[in-house]
């Protein structure tokens, strides 16, 4: 779990393209992508060192030509602190 955060970006682009591109960040240790209208996909998108993304991807966007619509950074809630290290605590005790 990455202390800054998770961003959030609607982009319209293929998305082969899209996973290329996030495979291929070393700053973007996972990335999720989904479909939500017309041409756009919902990438939520985990830093590596806990960084933050924006900039970086606001620039990858520009750079391919692509249609962003949102760029947001989501911050962990206590759910998904309190998931992580139940998760973690049992990983750790072979459960």
């Known amino acids: 779990m990455s202390d800054g955060g998770q961003v959030v970006a609607e982009i319209a ?6 996973r290329e591109c996030w495979e291929g960040l070393e700053e973007v240790e996972y990335y999720n992508i ?16 806990g960084a ?4 970086r ?3 990858v966007v520009s750079q391919r030509g692509w249609s962003l619509r949102e ?5 962990h809630s206590l759910e998904d602190i309190f998931v992580h290290m139940t998760r973690t605590n ?3 005790e072979g459960l």
């Open 13 to 18: 682009a293929p998305e082969a393209e899209l």
């Open 52 to 55: 933050d993304l924006r900039p």
């Open 34 to 49: 989904s479909p939500i209208d017309g041409a756009y996909y919902r990438c939520a998108l985990t830093p590596t060192n």
């Open 57 to 59: 991807v606001f620039q």
């Open 90 to 92: 049992k990983e750790e």
């Open 71 to 75: 760029l947001t950074l989501s911050r």
